[in-house]
């Protein structure tokens, strides 16, 4: 087997270990494949292992209410890449009971850089439709959306066209 083909194989087993919440072996396979493959792999697979060694460190765990939901949200927010991580650990259906009351329009903008980041640094094109899909049965969504910058709500409209339901969210966010 080729050099690449190795470093390829063994971020695919880091990927499948991350996913399951075993980051030590994540962060095993990924160092793996950044030494076999030191120049291709080295930047790409950096920027993982350090997304690992947040979420390892961030210590996150499913929210068991609001309270412990929003400290969470205020810790990870401005990072992309750890809202994302955060957020695949909390089904869309959770969504409405975690906000309650408290959605805002920057939790929409959240939402919709951490569905960017998905597609593209994690090839996930359904994370960002799902959780939009979830928004709307949340009680303050209608004021959220109202107050969403133009950037921000062109990023969200990006991520619904780029979904396959498309024609059930589009009308939500406008």
Known sequence: MDIAKTASALKQRGDTAFRQGNYALATEFYTQA????????????AREL??????????MERPINSLVFERAWREYGAHPELLYEYLRHISAEELPMLFRTSL????????????????????DETFGATLLGALPGIERFGLAVLFLGEG??????????????EHVLAAQYE
């Not at 690992?52 to 961030?58: D, L, Q």
């Open 50 to 59: 350090e997304t690992v060694k947040k979420v390892v460190k961030a210590g």
């Open 152 to 165: 921000d709500r062109h990023s969200v409209q990006k991520i619904i066209k780029s979904s396959e339901c």
């Open 104 to 123: 805002e329009s920057w939790h929409i903008a959240q939402i919709a850089a951490a569905a960017e980041y998905a597609q593209s640094e994690r090839n």
């Open 34 to 45: 950044i030494d076999t493959d030191h120049d291709n792999q080295q930047t790409r697979l």
